[in-house]
Nanobody, 119 residues
Framework: QVQLVESGGGLVQAGGSLRLSCAASGRTFTRYYMGWFRQAPGKEREFVASMGWSGGSTTYVDSVKGRFTISRDNAKNMVFLQMNSLKPEDTAVYYC????????????WGQGTQVTVSS
């Protein structure tokens, strides 16, 4: 198990940028795939981006490709989501998630951080 704490959310105008951070506890951080998900009001939680344990195998939902970048610093047990060219439809609570390399589902979740993009 890892404990996850997100930070970096806030209010930004359309076209602006934010960088979300996720601090993970635990000694086996490098054995976890890391992901970002989001949930907008009245909608189901959706996948945004993920990255393999070595920093490769990145995947993005189509709606954020070319605008968002996921990265990780295994030495600091951190995961980041750089969000550029933000749109009002990106408004949501963003969650950091982790799944152990042998698991198929994400089962470690942070508390979430609010991102609001004004038009």
């Amino acid at each position: 198990q890892v404990q996850l704490v997100e930070s970096g959310g806030g209010l930004v105008q359309a076209g602006g940028s934010l960088r979300l951070s996720c601090a993970a506890s635990g000694r086996t951080f490098t054995r976890y795939y890391m992901g970002w998900f989001r949930q907008a009001p009245g909608k189901e939680r959706e996948f945004v981006a993920s990255m393999g344990w070595s920093g490769g195998s990145t995947t993005y939902v189509d709606s954020v490709k070319g605008r968002f970048t996921i990265s990780r610093d295994n030495a600091k047990n951190m995961v980041f989501l750089q969000m550029n060219s933000l749109k009002p439809e990106d408004t949501a609570v963003y969650y950091c998630a982790a799944r152990y390399v042998t698991m198929t589902e994400y089962d470690n979740w942070g508390q979430g951080t609010q991102v609001t993009v004004s038009s």
